[in-house]
Nanobody, 125 residues
């Protein structure tokens, strides 16, 4: 069974940091595009980052560029999203997702092959 399991969400003050993890099972993440999405109630799921471990092909949405950094650890079959300088508007449920593609090419929700279960991130004082 192909699965992505996320961890690392929580409550943080504005300006703080969190690191989300996305661990794969049943397949190897390092050769596939791993997207990060976030969703707030009443809004569509928004793609914010995409990363391919093997090639370091990376993309970020303008809303997170310069603050978020994606990376991967082949030995742990895990992709990370380091989130710094967090703002209240970063609050939402964060999902990782795998595209069975070797390149980052947009954030089509319908093209996702495997979804993680989501983890809540709350930025509040």
């Amino acid at each position: 069974q192909l699965q992505l399991v996320e961890s690392g969400g929580g409550l943080v003050q504005p300006g703080g940091s969190l690191r989300l993890s996305c661990a794969g099972s049943g397949f190897t993440l390092d050769d596939y595009a791993i997207g990060w999405f976030r969703q707030v109630p009443g809004k569509e799921r928004e793609g914010i980052s995409c990363f391919v471990t093997r090639s370091a092909n990376t993309d970020y949405a303008d809303s997170v560029k310069g603050r978020f950094t994606a990376s991967g650890d082949n030995a742990k079959n895990t992709v990370y999203l380091q989130m710094n300088s967090l703002k209240p508007e970063d609050t939402g449920v964060y999902y990782c997702a795998a595209y069975f593609s070797h390149y980052c090419s947009g954030y089509s929700i319908h093209a996702v092959d495997v979804w993680g279960q989501g983890t809540q991130v709350t930025v509040s004082s």
